[in-house]
């Protein structure tokens, strides 16, 4: 079965940082990627990263601050948030999909529950 869980939101100030994680099991996927929603917003795209080659992706709001990696002996995916402003403040996902297509929310097959972040002034 698969199971996607994240960890590691918290409270930060801004221009702190953070790192999330996020461990897979059940089977591996072509694609990780992160996406995260404030509340009365929709789900945006985050970051993603290939699995083969570890060719990454990112949102334009979040690009020279935000790192995506992963550790393939732990099936795990990190999201490193620097320079963290207060409209990261979201909950953020995890996701995964078998194609590259990284940006696209519906390609995604499989999520995690998702961790708060919350970046205050």
């Known amino acids: 079965q698969v199971q996607l869980v994240e960890s590691g939101g918290g409270l930060v100030q801004a221009g702190g940082s953070l790192r999330l994680s996020c461990a897979a099991s059940?089977?591996?996927?072509?694609?990780m990627g992160w996406f995260r929603q404030a509340p009365g917003k929709e789900r945006e795209f985050v970051a993603a990263i290939r699995w083969s080659g570890g060719t990454t992706y990112f949102a334009d709001s979040v690009k020279g601050r935000f790192t995506i990696s992963r550790d393939n002996a732990k099936n795990t995916v990190y999201l490193q948030m620097n320079s963290l402003k207060p409209e990261d403040t979201a909950v953020y996902y995890c996701a995964s999909q078998s194609r590259w297509q990284p940006a696209l929310l519906y390609n995604y097959d499989y999520w995690g529950q998702g961790t708060q972040v919350t970046v205050t002034s």
């Open positions: 059940g089977r591996t996927f072509t694609t």
